[in-house]
Every structure is written in structure tokens, then in C-alpha cells.
């Protein structure tokens, strides 16, 4: 009678431990492991217990040692659901770390996707604002060009909002890079200038005035590199940058920062072409804004005074001691190159490299 009420209670203990750890008693877990030896290896203190009291069974007679193997095989089950329990909670945990390890990963992907989608977004709008630079600045000097007046108005106004726009951009940069407000004074003052210029009147003035403040702006960027040992890979870019929009063929190579001026004097003579003369105003432009170091040229020494045309010309637009003859002698006398040796690159990448340097032509115009 005992035996049974123990049974019994030991019955429902079970039922609420199979109930907790989701198995059946006894569940086998693998292939690999009896059940004795996975109850002893993962319920040992239930496991010792069954053992101890199959001992102490062996040991008794009459009821006392049915009592003990009741007790005995009840802990022997317990040990079994157990050892279900421990298992599936193992699991469990693994489980759960698997998901988290899962979700962290696709966190790292959700991270890069974001990463590639907001490079792609800045190249694009890298390329649709120097496609639209480029556009402005044509149409900045349009109105020298002849037979054209009424119909260009409304580019002139377009054209100088916009250069007004980018010296306000680009006096913002320089204050960013270190310069002192004093210093960029008369930046602000020329900005000025050319907003206070009424658009519907006195058009070509306001363009003017728009470009002399953009000149003024880009003197104060010039400035503040200026004030650094030397220029950085991200002014290397910035300057690449500032040629594609000019559109003055560029790239990096270990001379230096290459600007291509084919075209830029008559195949004979030395005598400047209506594009080599906005060439050199681009040279300018992109000599303030980046002061580093001599601007060598490039050209067919021979003859002499075609060199020394290019370089009267230029220093036109360039402090005259940053202009620097090099000996060169070009197999095509119509390649003309403008090297800025402070800005060379020892191992150019293919993406600072640009494809159209090699591809100018000498009729390319504005």
C-alpha cells in the first residue's frame, strides 16, 4: 500500500516536471548516448539519489525493500525527465543565441546596405551638382560670345544666383577649415556686393559682381589651406573636383596634379585660343583655392616664345612665382600641361585618375 501512494505521489511530481520542460519522460536525446548514461551526465544529483536508493534496496527485504525500489525507479524516471528538462533548455539558449547572433548580422548588413545607398546618393548628387557647375559656368561667359543678348538675360541671372550661392558655400568652407572671420572680411563684402546688385537691371553687372565675390571666396579657402603643412587627400579630391567642374581635364599622378591645356594655343604660333584664355582663368581659380606649391608647365620649348607667351599669360592669373617652366620635350607640340607638384599621388587609384585626360581634344569648348 505504500509503494502505491509513493508511486502515486511520485507520479504527479513527474507530470509537473514533464509539464515544465516540454518532454515526455524519458525522451531519448540522440543516437549516441543510452538513457542512464545522459540522466547521470545531465540530472546527476537525481541520478545518485535513483542509485543510492536501488543500493539500499538490494540491501533491505519485505516492504521496506519494496518501498526503496518504488523510490528508486521513480527517481531513475525523474532523473530521465531532467535530463529531457536540462537538454531542451540547452537548446533553448542555443537557440536563442543563434537568433540573436542572426540578428546582429543582419544588423551589420542593414549598416552597410545604408552605407552603399547613401555613397551612391552622394555620388550621384556629386555628379549632377559638377554637371550643373559646368552648365553655369558656360553660361557665366556666354554673353561674350557674339550675336547673343536678349535671349540670355534670364541665363545671366540664373548664372549669377548661382556663383553668388557658391561663394557663400565656399567662404563657409573656409571659416570651417580655420580661417579667421577678420580674414575672410572681404569675401563677406563682395557677397554682399553682388546681392544687393538689383537682378532686373544692369544685368552683366550683377554677373560681375557675382564672379568677383566667387573669386573673393575662393582667395579665402586658398588662405586657409594656406595655414596647413600641405595638402591632404581630401583637398587632392576637392581640387580634381573643382577642374571637372571647370571643365579642365585633371588627374593625379606622381608628378603631380596634371591639368591638360591641349588646345589651349594655336597649333601655330603663340598666340592664345578663345578656350585656352578661359583655360587659364579656370588655372587661376583653381590656383586660389588650392596654394600649395609651384604650378609647372609643361609645353614644347621650342620655339621659345611660345613658352614664354603661355607663361606671360598665366601668371596673369597665377602669383608669378608659383609659374614654373619645366623642360619638356613633347612628342605632340600641341599638348600643353599645367602640373601642380605639390599635389602628386606616388600610387594614384584608378578612382582619383580622370579618363578624360587622355581624351581631350584640342577643339573642346566651354
Not at 502505491?4 to 505521489?9: I, T
Not at 527517481?75 to 537548446?91: F, G, N, P
Not at 535671349?151 to 577649415?177: N, P
Request: glycine share 6%; charged share 30%; with cysteine.
Amino acid at each position: 500500500m505504500r509503494a502505491v501512494l509513493l508511486r502515486a505521489l511520485f507520479a504527479s511530481w513527474l507530470c509537473a516536471c514533464a509539464s515544465a520542460g516540454g518532454a515526455a519522460p524519458g525522451q531519448p536525446a540522440g543516437t549516441h548516448e543510452s538513457s542512464d548514461a545522459r540522466a547521470a551526465r545531465l540530472a546527476p544529483d537525481l541520478h545518485a539519489r535513483a542509485h543510492e536508493a536501488e543500493l539500499a534496496a538490494q540491501q533491505a527485504s519485505g516492504e521496506t525493500q519494496d518501498d526503496l525500489e518504488a523510490v528508486a525507479a521513480l527517481l531513475r524516471e525523474a532523473s530521465l525527465v531532467e535530463a529531457d528538462r536540462v537538454e531542451l533548455e540547452r537548446k533553448r539558449h542555443a537557440s536563442e543565441e543563434r537568433e540573436e547572433q542572426q540578428e546582429l548580422a543582419r544588423a551589420e548588413l542593414d549598416r552597410k546596405r545604408l552605407a552603399v545607398e547613401a555613397r551612391v546618393r552622394r555620388s550621384e548628387a556629386a555628379r549632377i551638382a559638377r554637371a550643373e557647375a559646368s552648365r553655369v559656368f558656360a553660361m557665366a561667359v556666354a554673353d561674350e560670345r557674339p550675336g547673343r543678348a536678349q535671349d540670355l538675360e534670364s541665363e545671366r541671372r540664373e548664372a549669377a544666383a548661382w556663383l553668388i550661392g557658391r561663394a557663400q558655400l565656399t567662404l563657409a568652407a573656409a571659416l570651417a577649415l580655420g580661417l579667421e572671420a577678420p580674414r575672410g572680411q572681404a569675401a563677406r563684402e563682395a557677397i554682399e556686393r553682388a546681392q544687393r546688385m538689383p537682378q532686373a537691371s544692369a544685368t552683366n553687372g550683377r554677373l560681375e559682381a557675382a564672379r568677383a565675390a566667387l573669386e573673393a571666396a575662393e582667395r579665402a579657402v586658398g588662405e586657409a589651406r594656406a595655414l596647413r603643412p600641405g595638402p591632404s587627400r581630401q583637398e587632392q579630391q576637392a581640387l580634381l573636383e573643382m577642374a571637372a567642374e571647370r571643365g579642365v581635364p585633371a588627374a593625379l599622378d606622381a608628378r603631380g596634379l596634371v591639368l591638360d591645356l591641349t588646345g589651349a594655343m594655336a597649333p601655330r604660333g603663340s598666340a592664345l585660343t578663345p578656350r585656352g584664355r578661359k583655360l587659364l582663368e579656370h588655372v587661376g581659380a583653381i590656383a586660389r583655392a588650392h596654394p600649395h606649391g609651384v604650378l609647372r608647365v609643361e609645353i614644347d620649348a621650342k620655339p621659345a616664345q611660345r613658352a614664354r607667351a603661355l607663361i606671360d599669360a598665366l601668371a596673369k592669373h597665377v602669383e608669378p612665382a608659383r609659374v614654373q617652366l619645366g623642360e619638356s620635350a613633347l612628342p605632340d607640340p600641341a599638348r600643353i600641361f599645367i602640373v601642380l607638384l605639390a599635389y602628386g599621388d606616388p600610387q594614384p587609384t584608378s578612382a582619383q585618375l580622370t579618363p578624360a585626360l587622355d581624351a581631350a581634344a584640342p577643339g573642346r569648348t566651354e
